[in-house]
């Protein structure tokens, strides 16, 4: 797997957002039928972290998808984003 790794820090919080996706044969798969697998998580804060799949929409077009999510299977939304760096930020 090849990918990226973002670090945000706000005094002792930190979020990661990290995201891969296989480049050739040798990097495996992504489980769950995903074009790209990726994390968002907080430090000492396991409980607020989500895992992602980037999957194809019906339409078409790919989505991440919360994969951890007590509900089933939720699209990623701004909403979701906020409330991540809401807790970077101590607003929660």
Known sequence: MVGRLLTLRNGVRTLFVEAGWPRTPRDGF????????????HLGLASKSQELLLLKSQTGAPNWVVVN????????????????????VDRN
């Open 30 to 41: 992504v489980r769950g039928g995903g074009l790209a697998c990726a994390n968002i998580r």
């Open 69 to 88: 999510s007590p509900t089933g299977r939720l699209v990623l939304l701004a909403e979701n984003i906020s409330k991540h760096l809401e807790v970077l």
